[in-house]
């Protein structure tokens, strides 16, 4: 029994340790904010690569998951005739919770991915090293541009796939399932509030962080050659998609709670 | 006291550092004057690199003293640590190269990024180093992963000598490549400190190249210099470490470690 409690505290004091280490790297990082220099190439660079080249997967999984959403739906709600919810049901499940949780998941996996495998390399190949050696603080550099780039875009690609989302649910609704246009829009302004899409940007603006202080860390934590790179970008893409489904919920909370 | 003449450029004294249980650092004293070549040698594994990435503040040694310039540098904060670091350069022994950068923007980086100078201005400097370790431009345009291993070491080696560092260090310079690269690089190590009057720290386990580019050797070993002295007298050393290591036998005082430090 006690060889028990003793293991469930040796995990516990790992996770306080772990928890402890990140949130530390995570501050010397923002920390570099607030002098100069300023990397915005890095930075600018960072928000073409996690904003502009996510948008085809982005775009093609919220087109989908719309079109999903508006017959799932139908064929539910037909069951005791509230068909006309159809509309309301898939913009405010886009823009509350899918439009942000998937894209946050798909940009883990292909940016957080990215990053951990770029900066797992650089650590492994002394290139890390190497920045200091030029004068250059690499959490200034690496981190610091990745953290913002990945605070300021999601949120717009989220916007991007909350637009594509509720057209593809438009697209079934009035192609497939006969549903009048004018009718099915109205449904959608009509129950749609601000503060669903805010909801929705803040829950990206937290997730765009999530994936990109996951991606960091354990890129720059890896050691162990190629191994270790696999390693850190499966940490990377794991954590960061564990931590999105938990802000999600402590954010809903915090939203919609009453 | 000490006037500026007889101040070491750099002087270590007492460093230890341990990695685990395993101590790769034992209270290792050295020093290195101004404008003199020094050449660490020593097995795998005996914490060659380790000694430098101490003195470059990459590592924090447990105990110690390294002093640059007669200032300490241990426990540095980081702002300081950068404008000390603007005094060197690094040859690391994979080169070291930022993947994402083309050749003549890994030459200028410490330039642009370090020292703020405009884009322009630091890709004529970069050329002009490109040049000195006889690339042409053409080469400036292109990615590192486009080069030869021999390439890329110059490219690391014009990078490190771009912002004209007043202490240079070479980790394994010649390692990996064929012997008339290494003799190329060689040539170029010593070009570049003999002309430029750069103190030079090298570790290595090349005695071609030790020999070559050394005006001292010293010998690391279990954690602790076990001998140093001018580079023409190291096979008069009559230390049997020396003596075993310039030799290559399996035989005598020296066990190779299994695992690398």
């Avoid at chain 1, 938990?246 to 939203?255: D, G, L």
Wanted: net charge neutral; charged share 20%.
């Amino acid at each position: 029994m006690l060889t028990f409690l003793a293991a469930i505290g040796a995990v516990f004091l790992a996770f306080l340790a772990a928890t402890g280490r990140l949130v530390v790297f995570a501050g010397l990082a923002l920390a570099t904010a607030f002098t100069p220099p300023f990397h915005l190439r890095v930075l600018f660079s960072e928000m073409v690569n996690i904003g502009y080249y996510s948008l085809p997967v982005v775009g093609l999984t919220a087109v989908f998951t719309g079109m999903v959403l508006a017959l799932q739906s139908h064929t539910g709600f037909s069951r005791f005739a509230a068909e006309g919810a159809v509309a309301t049901v898939v913009v405010l499940s886009i823009t509350r919770e899918l439009g942000p949780v998937i894209t946050g998941l798909m940009v883990a996996g292909r940016v957080g991915a990215a990053m951990a495998a770029e900066i797992g390399t650089m650590r492994v190949t002394d290139q890390i090293d190497a920045l200091t050696t030029l004068s250059t603080d690499p959490l200034r550099y690496l981190v610091l541009p990745r953290l913002v780039a990945g605070l300021i875009t999601l949120p717009i690609l989220v916007l991007v796939a909350d637009i594509i989302g509720v057209f593809g649910g438009y697209l079934i609704g009035v192609y497939k399932l006969g549903y009048n246009p004018e009718a099915y829009l109205n449904r959608t302004q009509q129950y749609l509030e601000t503060i669903d899409v805010v909801s929705g940007l803040v829950k990206a603006a937290v997730f765009g962080f999530i994936v990109a202080l996951m991606g960091c860390y354990h890129g720059y934590y890896s050691r162990g050659g190629a191994q270790g790179v696999g390693r850190a970008t499966t940490y990377a893409v794991v954590s960061a998609s564990v931590l999105i489904l938990v802000f999600n919920y402590v954010i809903t909370e915090a939203f919609f709670a009453r | 006291m000490m006037t500026d003449a007889a101040l070491p450029k750099i002087s270590v004294r007492g460093l230890a550092k341990s990695f685990g249980r395993k101590r790769v650092l034992d209270g290792l004293d050295i020093d290195c004057a101004t404008g003199e070549s020094l050449v660490v040698i020593g097995g795998s594994g005996t914490g060659k690199s380790v000694l430098v990435k101490c003195i470059l503040g990459l590592l924090e040694p447990e105990r110690g003293s390294i002093r640059i310039d007669g200032i300490e540098t241990v426990g540095l904060r980081r702002a300081a640590r950068e404008r000390m670091m603007q005094k060197s350069g690094m040859l690391f022994q994979g080169s070291a190269l930022f993947d994402s950068l083309s050749v003549w923007e890994n030459v200028a980086f410490g330039l642009i990024q370090g020292r703020g100078m405009e884009r322009l201005a630091a890709k004529e400097v970069a050329l002009a180093k490109l040049a000195a370790v006889g690339l042409g431009p053409e080469a400036g345009d292109l990615r590192p992963a486009e080069l030869s291993g021999g390439m890329q070491k110059r490219v690391a080696l014009a990078r490190a000598i771009a912002a004209e560092p007043e202490i240079i260090f070479f980790d394994e310079p010649t390692t990996g490549l064929d012997p008339i690269m290494a003799d190329v690089i060689n040539d170029l190590i010593v070009k570049c400190v003999r002309e430029v009057g750069t103190t030079a720290i090298s570790i290595t386990h090349d005695m071609v190249s030790a020999r070559k580019i050394a005006d001292r050797i010293a010998m690391l070993h279990g954690g602790r210099i076990v001998w140093h002295g001018p580079a023409g007298e190291i096979d008069r050393s009559g230390n049997p470490f020396v003596d075993q290591f310039i030799n290559g036998r399996a035989e005598g005082p020296i066990r190779m470690e299994i695992r690398a430090a």
